[in-house]
């Protein structure tokens, strides 16, 4: 039996960490929306609040969405704290 080329499997390792992380964020922002605090965001007229939404969000534009999630609950990594 021969073994998958890394060229095979990083793909596949890619997609399974953009699915994963969009489950992620689709739980938790199901959790949110229960307890009432949605995480909601505006862009123009686009609006954006449902888990499903977000999940959606994450699995087309992942490196657009996360950022933008992570910011909306407080998760920021990046931001300077005051």
């Known amino acids: 039996m021969t073994a998958m080329p ?11 960490v953009v699915l994963s992380v969009a ?10 929306q229960k307890r009432g605090t949605p995480v909601a965001v505006s862009v123009g ?3 954006l609040e449902t888990p499903e ?3 959606l969000g994450c699995l087309v534009l992942w ?5 933008l999630y992570l910011s ?6 990046f931001a300077h704290g005051g």
């Open 72 to 77: 909306a609950t407080g998760r920021n990594p």
């Open 6 to 16: 890394p060229t095979t499997l990083v793909p596949i390792l890619v997609l399974l």
């Open 45 to 47: 007229s686009f609006r």
């Open 53 to 55: 939404g977000w999940f």
């Open 23 to 32: 489950v992620w964020v689709y739980t938790d922002a199901r959790e949110r």
């Open 63 to 67: 490196v657009v969405f996360i950022p």
